[in-house]
Structures are given as structure tokens and as C-alpha cells.
């Protein structure tokens, strides 16, 4: 069993930085490659950014890219996201999920077996 926690959530405003922490428990941590996702109020739940298991290969959709770094702490069996530039549009509840696949630009929820329980990220002034 695997078990992720999110973190780092927290009332920004526009043009701040958050980061955005999973801790990851468990069982083989390192087979599990990691993506974030987030959801908005009134709409569905859409893939952010994914890492592969050693880290070597990412993704970012496009809304994100330039803004956003997700990377693996192998020391602290942590995933982060360092979102930087925030807008309002980015607000949202963030979860992180592993999947035993890469999954790429084909960000799948139900490619993703386990689920943290979400941080909440507010870009307001």
C-alpha cells in the first residue's frame, strides 16, 4: 500500500511562488512515477505536471510550462512542485497520484492507483 500527502498549499498572490510537497510511503516508492492534479470549483479534474520514476523525463500541460518544476527527492521519498508566477486561474485543490506507468502527456486519472487527500492553492489579491 501506498500512501501520499500533500503539503505547501496556501493563499498567494498573483506573480508569487508555492511548493508544493508529496510525501510518499509505502511500499516501493520508487516504481511509482508521480503526477499532480488539480480541480477548480465547477470543473473536472485535469493532469498539471508528471515525473517518471528516476526522475529523468517530465510533463507539463501548457498552461503551466515555464512556470511550474516538479522534481524527485529521493533523500525525503518526496515529490515537489515549485509553482512559480501564480495566477489567479491556477487556483485550485492540488492532489498528487502515482501511477506504475509514465504517463506522459497522457495524463490519465485512471492510470493512477493511489491519491492523496489534496492541498488547497488560492491566487488572490
Known amino acids: 500500500q501506498l500512501q501520499l500527502v500533500e503539503s505547501g498549499g496556501g493563499l498567494v498572490q498573483p506573480g508569487g511562488s508555492l511548493r508544493l510537497s508529496c510525501a510518499i510511503s509505502g511500499i516501493a516508492v520508487d516504481y511509482y512515477s508521480i503526477g499532480w492534479f488539480r480541480q477548480a470549483p465547477g470543473k473536472e479534474r485535469e493532469g498539471v505536471s508528471c515525473i517518471n520514476r528516476d526522475g529523468s523525463s517530465t510533463h507539463y500541460i501548457d498552461s503551466v510550462k515555464g512556470r511550474f518544476t516538479i522534481s524527485r527527492d529521493y533523500a525525503k521519498n518526496a515529490v515537489h512542485l515549485v509553482m512559480n508566477s501564480l495566477k489567479p486561474e491556477d487556483t485550485a485543490t492540488y492532489y498528487c497520484?502515482?501511477?506504475?506507468?509514465?504517463?506522459?502527456?497522457?495524463?490519465?486519472?485512471?492510470?493512477?492507483?493511489?491519491w492523496g487527500q489534496g492541498t488547497q492553492v488560492t491566487v488572490s489579491s
Open positions: 497520484a502515482a501511477s506504475r506507468w509514465y504517463t506522459g502527456g497522457n495524463m490519465n486519472e485512471g492510470e493512477y492507483a493511489y
